[in-house]
């Protein structure tokens, strides 16, 4: 069982490791090239690999033309064949071979997949290319009309067809298709029906020689097909040793998974190359679950498929993780890709907020601006929403509510930024209201007590909304919430009157990793002042606060972070959750990879050298349970009753009313005891 392996085994969290080889082909010389294969192969299984992949035709050469109908030539293929499958008994991967194959009175152009000593089965090429420089018809015959047949090779009978899945009983979500080259040009590769009928990883065992713009046209149906199909799609072409008399060939080998490239190697080598990835099967399973209409596809276009079992027996050794891992799964790394995402962040909440304004007759924005990143963010949402309306930034109105434990720096960053972008801004202290309400509450602290319980916090957040409320009442306005994705999420907000409710809100489909890229962005694009651009640095260099709690006797201020836990781990967790549904010991797992060396991988564009955090196992797992407990055990009850705001991540938002539904009385039991059995020793002491 998965289970059963140690909790560093990349296989027993969901993943496959997968190989596109490329090998060096001696033209016509089956016996030199399957002990290629076997070199690769053999690297393969030390890297711990479940399925290599090798390029159409390797066992014979693609480009041999004639000397492909000759007997002795397909004597030595078998034989070649033979050799492999022998050699094979004591390797780990899934070797899918190509080799022309005798059945019948006809020749194929077959992937051969081979395990463990015994051929699983042999699927033909379903579309031989027959035009410019192909010419495949004079020699094979296309095996799309082959389902359901068997064929004689190497001294068996295996299954033959291109109808073949083959499914590793102890890996869940393993399954594989195997296609020739050209099955992937038409409008309908057969990977499609066999990525219907239950295929997660596609191979795609090419010749496809090189001319100018191929490769790009290669990477985009191997792209694409992964996303249509959500599946890995690994594929392996032809190169050094290939025929040269008209074609050339580069040996271009890539491992996509629903759209994203994991790995790829360089084209023209000189000698052996191999992509190497760590497919997340459970991802795929995931997307397939979730998106109900793939599966609706496979009623009206699917196709039966026979399915031969085969077991892996996958290592239980540390592996390491072969695929690239974000830290901050909403935020990428490439400075280009995150520009482009704070562009359209940005203006989905513009464009949001200014439909609700027009749609409910202009009334003025109210927000409470508090010097911390989220209003921040919020009010500069605003001010570009006016200049969208073509209305004066003083029809904002915004204000700052000092409360007990408001300090000067954040309030005059909250009325600098308020003044720079041109908002009307006013001050109103809450303090007096909010004494007058503990005293007549009889809380400790109007009796001269430091007691800076829930109830002290939550008055000075519930006033502040009141005050919000009825500006909005006497000012013909709306009040705008600020909350964000992050915050939701987890419950972190003051229920009713309070944080948690406003007229409509701007940020609650944006994490709290993205919003200061966001605002990074908007500083970058060189339209504002050089005040704003000060005081918006300022905003980024606050540690996150409510500010609802004076300081300690060492002047600390009250820290978010201190209290439940690093945004950069919750988001983390938040993103996993939401877009895959994954166990918490896995994300325990993926976490602790990303983050376990800040001098590793890379950080997005932007992010502070001098503040890279790095954590352990234990760390994560211990605010993982804070986020679950949270999440799962009582926060519900706050997002069911959330107001309206726009969807921004496509890993989704927290809406009751969008992507998210979920009890108000549910518990987070299931999802404790799993990250509990996975990283005991972070819960040893409780």
């Known amino acids: 069982m998965i289970t059963e392996l140690p909790f560093e085994s990349v296989y027993r969290h969901g993943f496959a490791r997968v190989s596109a080889c490329t090998i060096p082909v001696a033209v016509a010389d089956p016996a030199a090239n399957a002990e290629a294969v076997l070199a690769s192969a053999r690297d393969c299984d030390a890297d711990g690999v479940a399925v290599a992949v090798f390029p159409e035709l390797c066992l014979s050469g693609y480009a041999i033309d004639d000397l492909v109908m000759q007997d002795p030539l397909l004597d030595a293929v078998e034989a070649a064949v033979a050799r492999i499958v022998a050699a094979s008994a004591d390797l780990l991967p899934v070797l899918l071979v190509g080799a022309p194959l005798r059945h019948r009175n006809r020749l194929y152009n077959c992937a051969v997949v081979i395990h463990r000593g015994r051929i699983l089965g042999v699927a033909p090429k379903s579309y031989l290319p027959t035009y410019r420089e192909f010419y495949e018809h004079r020699w094979y015959a296309r095996g799309d009309d082959q389902v359901g047949q068997d064929i004689s090779v190497a001294g068996s009978t295996v299954p033959f067809g291109p109808d073949l899945l083959f499914d590793a009983v102890d890996v869940p979500g393993l399954t594989l298709h195997a296609e020739v080259c050209e099955d992937v040009w038409v409008p309908i590769p057969p990977s499609s029906a066999a990525a219907l009928a239950g295929a997660t990883v596609l191979a795609n065992l090419s010749g496809s020689p090189i001319t100018i713009g191929r490769a790009d046209d290669r990477t985009l149906l191997s792209q694409s097909q992964s996303l249509r199909c959500l599946a890995a799609y690994v594929y392996a072409a032809a190169g050094q040793g290939e025929s040269t008399n008209d074609v050339s060939w580069d040996g271009q080998t890539m491992i996509y998974e629903g759209g994203q490239l994991l790995a790829t190697t360089e084209r023209f080598p000189d000698g052996p190359r191999r992509s190497v990835a760590d497919v997340d099967l459970d991802r795929l399973r995931q997307d397939r679950l979730r998106q109900g209409t793939f599966d609706d596809n496979r009623r009206t276009a699917g196709a039966p498929f026979r399915t031969v079992m085969f077991e892996l027996a996958p290592p239980a050794a540390d592996l390491g993780l072969r695929r690239s891992l974000d830290r901050f799964p909403f935020v990428p790394d490439d400075p280009a890709r995150l520009a482009q995402d704070c562009y359209e962040a940005f203006n989905i909440q513009v464009s949001g907020l200014v439909q609700r304004l027009e749609a409910i007759g202009g009334p003025r924005p109210v927000i409470g601006v508090s010097g911390g990143l989220d209003s921040t963010h919020a009010l500069l949402v605003i001010a570009r929403a006016m200049d969208r309306m073509g209305r004066p930034r003083s ?56 007691v800076h319980d829930v109830t002290f916090e939550n008055v000075q957040a519930g006033l502040r909304t009141d005050y919000l409320f009825r500006l909005a009442n006497q000012r013909n306005g709306i009040v705008i919430g600020t909350g964000d994705l992050s915050e939701i999420a987890l419950g972190w907000s003051t229920y009713g009157v309070g944080d948690q409710m406003s007229h409509y809100s701007v940020n609650p489909g944006v994490p709290k990793t993205l919003i200061q890229h966001v605002i990074r962005w908007v500083i970058s694009a060189g339209e504002l002042s050089a005040a704003t651009v000060e005081v918006l640095q300022a905003v980024l260099d606050t540690e996150i606060s409510p500010e609802l709690v004076p300081a300690g006797q060492d002047g600390k201020m009250q820290s978010t972070e201190d209290r439940i836990g690093p945004y950069n781990l919750h988001d983390f967790t938040l993103y996993h959750v939401l877009r895959f549904g994954f166990r918490p010991s896995k994300i325990a797992f993926l976490a602790a990879k990303a983050w376990e060396d800040p001098d590793a991988g890379s950080w997005p564009a932007g992010y502070p050298e001098g503040a890279r955090p790095s954590y352990d196992l234990v760390t994560v797992a211990r605010w993982m349970e804070v986020f679950l407990e949270r999440f799962f055990g009582f926060a519900q009850f706050k997002r069911s009753a959330i107001p309206n705001g726009p969807k921004v991540s496509p890993a989704g938002s927290l809406s009751p009313r969008g992507d998210w539904r979920a009890p108000s009385d549910g518990n987070a039991r299931a999802w404790l005891a799993d990250l509990h059995a996975a990283v005991p020793s972070a819960f040893a002491g409780d």
């Not at 904002?396 to 000067?408: D, K, N, Q, R, V």
């Not at 202290?429 to 007549?440: G, H, K, N, Q, V």
């Open 395 to 450: 029809d904002i109105l915004a204000y700052t509510l000092p409360g007990f434990a408001t300090s000067e720096k954040t309030k005059r960053n909250a009325i600098a930024l308020a003044e720079a972008v041109g908002a009307t801004i006013e001050e109103i202290d809450i303090r007096p209201a909010a004494s007058e309400m503990l005293s007549r509450m009889g809380h400790p602290f109007a009796a001269g007590e430091p």
